[in-house]
């Protein structure tokens, strides 16, 4: 149970990583008109999931699970991680997140094996390596781990969208309720995968970052 709660925590609205500023992309599918109502926000969200950034985020943050307890594997797992970002917006998004969240972490439930990982990682920290690096040092289980945080994944880029799209509450909780057993079922299917077993192929999402860099008028800075 205490488990449970600390993940539901660490992946709430309320934790000071700075999530509400970043849409992912978003933003500028919203401007090009690949979002625009309830339909296609579940579509473009089911890409993200199925053959987007979620998928390879879940990979790395079960690496770096079991890297808590290997530095060597932890750095390797991080660079890989950051070295994946294809634009500068969305290596920000993960960059500032993970370090935000390793050390909110280290701050609020210190540990001596948290500590040995935020040692290992004293820079640029990507965000589902620093998840999954935490879960681990505090001997949270792998698997409830990938699961909240491919459902916080979702959660906010709903919430993303309730700002930036014509889309209201209820049609975001329609989303979410509709992603769920998707997001259950990709945390089960990465289990034990290697690090070579990330990729994604979303590649107008990809582009469409780029292009939000010089977006006329944002409110997000991915």
Same mark, same amino acid.
């Given at each position: 149970?205490?488990? %449970?709660?600390? *993940?539901?925590?660490?992946? &709430?609205?309320? =934790?000071?990583?700075?999530?509400?500023?970043? &849409?992912?992309?978003?933003?500028?599918?919203?401007?090009?008109?690949?979002?625009?109502?309830?339909?296609?926000? /579940?579509?473009?969200?089911?890409?993200?999931?199925?053959?987007?950034?979620?998928?390879?985020? *879940?990979?790395? /943050?079960?690496?770096?699970?079991?890297? #808590?307890?290997?530095?060597?594997?932890?750095?390797?797992?991080? #660079?890989?991680?950051?070295?994946? %970002?294809?634009?500068?917006?969305?290596?920000?998004?993960?960059?500032?997140?993970?370090?935000?969240?390793?050390? /909110?972490?280290?701050?609020?439930?210190?540990?001596?094996?948290?500590?040995?990982? /935020?040692?290992?990682?004293?820079?640029?920290?990507?965000?589902?390596?620093?998840?999954?690096?935490?879960?681990?040092?505090?001997?949270?289980?792998?698997?409830?781990?990938?699961?909240?945080?491919?459902?916080?994944?979702?959660?906010?880029?709903? &919430?993303?969208?309730?700002?930036?799209?014509?889309?209201?509450?209820?049609?975001?909780?329609?989303?979410?309720?509709?992603?769920?057993?998707?997001?259950?079922?990709?945390?089960?299917?990465?289990?034990?995968?290697?690090?070579?077993?990330?990729?994604?192929?979303?590649?107008?999402?990809?582009?469409?970052?780029?292009?939000?860099?010089?977006? =006329?008028?944002?409110?997000?800075?991915?």
């Amino acid at each position: 149970m205490t488990d %449970a709660l600390r *993940l539901m925590a660490w992946l &709430s609205p309320t =934790y000071p990583v700075g999530a509400y500023a970043y &849409s992912h992309g978003l933003e500028w599918a919203v401007e090009a008109g690949d979002v625009c109502d309830e339909a296609s926000l /579940a579509l473009w969200l089911d890409d993200v999931v199925e053959r987007g950034s979620l998928r390879s985020d *879940l990979i790395l /943050a079960d690496n770096a699970h079991r890297g #808590a307890a290997d530095a060597a594997l932890l750095v390797e797992v991080n #660079a890989l991680a950051l070295s994946l %970002a294809p634009s500068r917006e969305l290596h920000l998004e993960t960059s500032q997140q993970g370090r935000s969240f390793l050390d /909110a972490t280290l701050q609020a439930w210190p540990c001596s094996g948290l500590e040995g990982v /935020a040692a290992a990682l004293p820079e640029a920290v990507a965000y589902p390596v620093a998840v999954g690096a935490a879960a681990g040092a505090h001997g949270i289980a792998a698997g409830p781990m990938r699961a909240a945080y491919g459902l916080a994944f979702v959660q906010n880029l709903v &919430s993303a969208a309730l700002r930036a799209a014509p889309v209201g509450q209820a049609a975001g909780t329609r989303v979410i309720a509709g992603l769920t057993p998707r997001v259950a079922a990709l945390a089960d299917s990465v289990t034990g995968l290697d690090p070579d077993a990330v990729g994604s192929a979303t590649f107008r999402l990809d582009l469409g970052s780029f292009r939000h860099e010089t977006q =006329y008028s944002r409110i997000f800075r991915s």
